[in-house]
């Protein structure tokens, strides 16, 4: 999984980004794109991990993108804006960090505080950058329409998409909201256009305010995750020892670190869960779709699992944690064999048996 974590100047995003990869504040450029791996905190794997000892213990993992702060105030800044956006056409998930913090030594963006004006702005440039390459890619269509033996079977489908797609732009309407089939979706889903992509809003306020909730009902689509996070606090938290931040959080009353409460965001947006692999060589967290099916699933440890599957032994870790061993397990009847076509869930620990 790739994440972008995009923002204004001064509305935190750094702060958060280093709070959340470990990266010190001072490393992270002002002008220069960044990126680290972060580990998922999983305590089902810790959990499996004292109970089996194995040699390597692996958690799921999210990639990290942190983008230099957007000023669109001037023509140099919609420059440098443009360009950085082209390099996260890629990423799975975009996570647009708005300010909702005072404070007198961080000056504001446009003299404002005002996370739905700066989510709105920030919005309107991601729909401004996908019509630069919508206008682009009707008028390559069209090129190629006019050139029959260049002509490619899905070239009129598409052209029509994007005309379509322009218009809803245009009606300031993100791409998602126009895209209604998985016909549609196949023609562009290649493009990476940023309007299309899911999203996770986090909002920056100060540590007073970490109980206050936030909607943006004319900007996100429903059902986006709004994440209240204090990234200079979470910041601050990450540079004590694993001891003094619990006691710190407690004393706060933060159940949640801002890793927690952002990756549980990001996978909830992307429909993600993770099934668990166990074994004395290795404890393994494998982010998957919800509704993959176990033939899938096994295709995600190994090519040749999947190829020569024939059957998952599965069990889910809360009843293991509840009766403390496989053996247990297997005197209880929690221990189950599925086929391929058995939808694999959250929680779920599975040895495949396979044959090749």
Sequence with gaps: MKVALLGL????????FSAISGRPLAHVGLTSVEEAIVSVPDPRIDWLA???KPKKTTYAAVDCIDLPGFNFTDE????????????IRTVDLLVPVVRAFDDPAVPSYRNRIDPAKDLAELHTE???????????????????LAKPLKIQPTDKA?????KKLQQTIEAEKPIRSAITTDVELELIKSLGFLTLKPMVVAVNVGESDLAKTFTFPDVVQAGTPVITISAKLEYELAQL?????????????????????FVHACFKSLGLICFLTVSSDEVHAWPIHQGTIAHDAAGKVHSDIKRGFIR????????????????ALKAAGKIR????????????????????
């Design 9 to 16: 100047m001064q509305s935190g995003k750094s702060t958060l």
């Design 50 to 52: 004292e109970l089996y």
């Design 76 to 87: 140099h800044g919609h420059v440098a804006a443009k360009h950085n956006l082209e390099k």
């Design 126 to 144: 991601l729909l401004l950058a996908d019509l630069a390459l919508v206008t682009t890619r009707i008028d390559r269509l069209e090129k190629q």
């Design 158 to 162: 598409e052209l029509a998409l994007q």
């Design 241 to 261: 020892d694993p001891e003094s931040r619990t006691a710190f959080m407690a004393d706060l009353g933060i159940t949640e670190s801002a890793t927690l409460k």
């Design 312 to 327: 998952a032994e599965t069990f889910h870790f809360d009843d293991i944690k509840q009766f403390g061993s496989e053996k």
């Design 337 to 356: 064999l599925e086929g391929k076509e058995y939808a694999v869930r959250d929680g779920d620990v599975i040895y495949f048996r396979f044959n090749v």
